[in-house]
């Protein structure tokens, strides 16, 4: 079955800064891979998703980046403000499977002001 | 509004006493999930369902049943819990007109097994 990796697992960066979580996945059937930002005692909900027949994907400050040759990742966020603070988790699907999602464990993001 | 509702929103049980924590959505979905996250191990599928009647196991399903009798319920059901069943639950759905793979979180359940 899939595996995700996520990496790292706690970020800490100034208000203003970029921050970049990557994700690697192990099964090459994976064409869909969205992110999502769960809030303090929030349910998570979907940012940002990506399919493999693009490479980049853009969002205002946020930007998602996909290499399907070296099966990672990840999540670019620029100009972070104190809101962006959250547990972000990336995840991998095959589109044929629409019910099926393997996350990975988790970003804990902390933007200090 | 649509939304995906679970309760109780809290329980605490002792082991072996069988409980069943309600999933509903009003979106039509056809697919619906259960997940557990636990720290440092992220959201983990427990089982997840493509209809009515079709369910399938997700990556730690043991110790769990589901359910799909009709469209908008998907229960989660614990025979004989655990203290290793401890955990936040989140049942999900996705399989809207739009964005089809997006998955709809209801608020979970947060479960404690004494």
Redesign the interface.
């Given at each position: 079955g899939e595996n995700v990796e996520q990496h790292p697992s706690t970020l800490s960066v100034q208000e203003g800064d970029s921050a970049v979580i990557k994700c690697t996945y192990s099964d090459s059937a994976s064409n869909y891979f969205p992110w999502y930002k769960q809030e303090l005692g929030k349910r998570p909900q979907l940012i940002i998703d990506i399919r493999s027949n693009v490479g980049e994907k853009k969002d205002q400050r946020i930007a998602v980046t996909l290499n399907k040759t070296a099966k990672h990742f990840s999540l670019h966020i620029t100009e972070t403000q104190p809101e962006d603070s959250a547990v972000y988790f990336c995840a991998a699907s095959e589109c044929t499977s629409y019910g099926r999602l393997t996350f990975g464990q988790g970003t804990i993001l902390t933007v200090h002001p | 509004e649509a939304q995906v509702t679970q309760n109780p929103r809290y329980l605490i049980t002792v082991t072996g006493k069988k409980l069943t924590v309600t999933c509903s959505q009003n979106m039509n979905h056809?697919?619906?999930?259960w997940?557990r996250q636990d720290p440092?191990?992220?959201?983990?599928?427990i089982y997840?369902?493509?209809n009515v009647e079709v369910t399938?196991k997700?990556?730690v399903p043991e110790g769990y049943k589901v359910s799909r009798k009709e469209k908008r319920n998907f229960p989660l059901i614990l025979e004989s819990p655990s203290p290793n069943q401890t955990s936040l639950y989140?049942c999900a759905s996705?399989?809207g007109t739009f964005?089809?793979?997006?998955?709809f979180?209801?608020?979970?359940t947060r479960l404690t097994v004494l």
């Open positions: - | 056809e697919y619906m999930s997940y440092g191990l992220g959201l983990r599928q997840y369902s493509m399938d997700g990556d989140f996705n399989g964005s089809y793979n997006e998955q979180f209801g608020p979970g």
